[in-house]
């Protein structure tokens, strides 16, 4: 991946013209004012959805522990 660091804080990245292209039609009629903005918030929102499922749940296993014990404790009928 070719990525060229500039002046003001961005990178470069090369993607094939045919997906440009694609990404250039679909922001058409949105708020979106260049395709740079757009595959900046697709990719911030993909990286977002990634971090959230990284972040487990507690297991069935873990949840049946905790209310052992909440109930040993008198916290749970």
């Not at 009629?29 to 971090?51: A, K, P, Q, R, W």
């Not at 014990?69 to 008198?74: K, N």
């Amino acid at each position: 991946m070719d990525i060229k660091k500039d002046k003001s804080e961005y990178v470069t990245i090369s993607i094939p013209k045919q997906l440009a292209e694609k990404l250039t039609k679909r922001i058409e009629g949105t708020s979106f004012n260049s395709l740079s903005s757009y595959v900046t918030y697709v990719m911030s929102e993909v990286l977002s959805e990634i971090d959230e499922d990284t972040q487990e749940a507690f297991t069935k296993e873990d949840e049946e522990r905790i209310k052992q014990r909440l109930r040993s404790l008198g916290y749970l009928d």
